[in-house]
């Protein structure tokens, strides 16, 4: 029985990665790859790998959707005693048209086109560019498409971009593009 994990790598995408199973006295032919949005109706995402890799990527899933997994391994009987059940949201899709404007010496001024079923936003930043994003504001409101940023430093580069959050899910958007400003 494989050991089984699931990481979200996009809003349509999750990896899969797993322990080799044990063949039970037979040569491994493959693992079968189930999904489920319900934890109880099973569907084949892969009926056989046809190899005995035990990674795979998950593409062209629903976004801001919950998966459950599980993995088997099959050899010339069939398929074994399938992994423990992993699950995982994959994320919203992102906003876009992120746009900072410098306002004055101190003050930049954000807009972007928002998203729709999120519960907020986080506006994140960096300065200098380069130097990773930490959270400016982690409660705008899910109807604001506009932000200012304010009490800055004259003469610094800030780089902005903006996350939705959903907390039904505890999931969040892809990262907006990314916008600087002087």
């Known amino acids: 029985q494989p050991t089984l994990t699931v ?34 109706l099973w569907s084949n995402y892969v009926t056989n790998t046809g190899n005995t890799a ?22 010339g009987v069939g398929a074994g005693t399938p992994s423990s059940v992993q699950n995982a949201w994959t994320l919203l899709s992102a906003p876009t048209n992120l746009v900072a404007t410098s306002i004055s010496e101190s003050q930049i001024n954000l807009s972007w086109t928002g998203i729709s079923g999120i519960s907020s936003y986080t506006i994140q930043y960096e300065s200098p560019t380069g ?16 932000y200012s940023s304010t009490s800055l430093t004259t003469g610094t580069q800030y780089n902005y971009r903006i996350v939705g959050v959903y907390t039904n899910s505890g999931s969040n958007s892809v990262n907006s593009n990314e916008s600087y400003a002087n």
């Open 7 to 40: 990481t979200v790598l996009s809003d349509t995408s999750h990896k899969l990665d797993w322990s080799a199973s044990s063949a039970n006295g037979s040569t491994l032919q493959g693992y079968k790859i189930e999904y489920s949005l319900d934890n109880s």
């Open 54 to 75: 035990v990674t795979r990527t998950a593409t062209s899933l629903n976004v801001d959707d919950q998966y459950y997994w599980r993995v088997s391994g099959i050899n």
């Open 131 to 146: 130097n990773g994003f930490s959270s400016l504001d982690t409660g705008v409101s899910s109807s604001d498409t506009t």
